[in-house]
């Protein structure tokens, strides 16, 4: 099966610096990549996500960019506020069901903390 | 975008005694579902897939007859922890995606378990 390996596990950024979250994926086959943001005791919430065919994608302050050769995934995230601070999962998806719908497999997390 | 409500938010029970999650889409139809459990300070692990109107699929080393899972239609599907134990408790947080949205997850609220 697929198997999402994101680091670093913690990283702590002071406010207005920029943060970057990496994520690899070990299947090939894999062809949809949501980065979620999930704050303590809350659902996660979809902030970006990319598709095989696309090589960046941005959002504002969020960006994301994909290598499909290299099999990894990462998130950056410019002029962070304290209100970035959360817990970032990485997931990697394969289609199944006909192409009709995604599973999700997600990577450990990343506890992003900003300080003012 | 799509609305995924669980239900019971917040839920305390002896050990031994059996809990009832639900999980429904509320503007859309899903006829698959995923649910989720998530330790604390963990990533979210996929327990199971749902699947109306037949059997869920079960990921390795869940316990199909611990954790019932039942989708009797296009917008419920429900979790059991039958004989709930302390190790049990957990968070457990359902999805669904929308037929057509082509791979975006929509997360409940999530059901915070305590099993004493």
């Known amino acids: 099966g697929e198997n999402v390996e994101q680091h670093p596990s913690t990283l702590s950024v002071q406010e207005g610096d920029s943060a970057v979250i990496k994520c690899t994926y070990s299947?090939?086959?894999?062809?949809?990549f949501p980065w979620y943001k999930q704050e303590l005791g809350k659902r996660p919430q979809l902030i970006i996500d990319?598709?095989?065919n696309v090589g960046e994608k941005k959002d504002q302050r969020i960006a994301v960019t994909l290598n499909k050769t290299a099999k990894h995934f990462s998130l950056h995230i410019t002029e962070t506020q304290p209100e970035d601070s959360a817990v970032y999962f990485c997931?990697?998806?394969?289609?199944w069901g006909g192409g009709s719908n995604y599973k999700l497999t997600f990577g450990k997390g990343t506890l992003l903390t900003v300080n003012p | 975008g799509a609305v995924v409500s669980q239900h019971p938010s917040w839920v305390i029970c002896k050990s031994g005694t059996s809990v009832k999650i639900e999980c429904r889409s509320l503007?859309?139809?899903?006829?698959?579902m995923f649910w989720y459990r998530q330790f604390p300070k963990q990533s979210l692990m996929l327990m199971a897939t749902?699947?109306?109107?037949?059997?869920?699929?079960?990921e390795q080393g869940v316990e199909k007859d611990k954790f019932l899972i039942n989708h009797a239609s296009l917008t419920l599907s429900t979790l059991t922890v039958t004989s709930a134990h302390p190790e049990d408790s957990s968070f457990y947080i359902c999805?669904?995606?929308?037929?057509?949205?082509?791979?975006?997850?929509?997360f409940g609220e999530g059901s915070r378990l305590t099993v004493l």
């Open positions: 999805s669904a995606p929308p037929a057509g949205v082509g791979g975006e997850l929509f």
């Open positions: 503007d859309f139809q899903a006829t698959t």
């Open positions: 749902s699947n109306e109107g037949s059997k869920a699929t079960y």
């Open positions: 299947d090939s086959a894999s062809n949809y």
């Open positions: 990319i598709r095989s």
């Open positions: 997931a990697a998806s394969i289609p």
